[in-house]
């Protein structure tokens, strides 16, 4: 079975603070992804890689950053973490365009 | 708004009745795929349904295709009180040239014992 981890369930950070959320997955995947779930809001996409080394802005990006050094791994960054980033952070990889979509169990992220 | 919508956004049924939801998404699709998520948690995958299919059975779940219509339908038979969750239907747009999935806001549903 495939697996995606995150490296925090739940996480509070303070105003200005830099935050990482690591993200692995154990299959060999090339595509990766991090969403942030709001209510009201669904799923709305912030970067995607898909490879190592490369990165691709989704629909929010502003205010966040992202690294993928190895392929298992992808990491989301708030260089200077503000309120309006409080919500939950999903991690997803995928083999291809036309495969099952996996999941991380989810950050939720409390920025006071 | 969102490639994917789910309708309705909430649903409440008794244990034993069938539940279902439907899905609608403007372009042209790669494939569409159905997700389930409990309260707090990551989503889970519950089926991928491509774009040269018209139904797919796994279990208590059925789901439907019309490409026609841009819809599809998720049909869980004989509820339990452990399907509570919200589902997501996710699109694959095939005017993208990305391996990007396009998600909908959801339908909330509630099973009661």
């Known amino acids: 079975d495939v697996k995606v981890t995150q490296s925090s369930r739940y996480l509070v950070k303070r105003t200005g603070e830099k935050v990482f959320l690591e993200c692995v997955q154990d299959m060999d995947h090339e595509n990766m992804f991090w969403y942030r779930q709001d209510p009201g809001l669904g799923l709305r996409l912030i970067y995607f890689s898909y490879d190592v080394k490369m990165k691709e802005k989704g629909d929010i990006p502003e205010g966040y950053s992202v690294s993928r050094e190895k392929k298992e791994r992808f990491s989301l960054i708030l260089e200077s973490a503000s309120t309006n980033q409080t919500s939950m952070y999903l991690c997803?990889?995928?083999?291809?365009?036309?495969?099952?979509?996996?999941f991380g169990p989810g950050t939720r992220l409390t920025v006071l | 708004s969102q490639q994917g919508e789910e309708d309705p956004q909430a649903l409440s049924i008794q244990e034993g009745e069938n539940a279902t939801m439907n899905c609608s998404y403007k372009?042209?699709?790669?494939?569409l795929q159905w997700y389930r998520q409990n309260s707090g948690r990551g989503l889970v995958h519950l089926i991928l349904i491509r774009s040269n299919e018209r139904e797919k059975h796994s279990g208590r779940l059925r789901v439907t295709l019309d490409t026609s219509k841009k819809s599809s339908s998720l049909l869980i038979t004989a509820s339990r009180a452990a399907d509570t969750a919200s589902y997501f239907c996710?699109?694959?747009?095939?005017?993208?040239?990305?391996?990007?999935?396009?998600f909908g806001t959801g339908t909330r549903l509630q099973v009661f014992p």
């Open positions: 997803a990889s995928r083999k291809g365009s036309t495969d099952t979509q996996y």
């Open positions: 996710a699109t694959d747009p095939r005017s993208y040239n990305t391996d990007k999935l396009i």
């Open positions: 372009t042209s699709i790669n494939n």
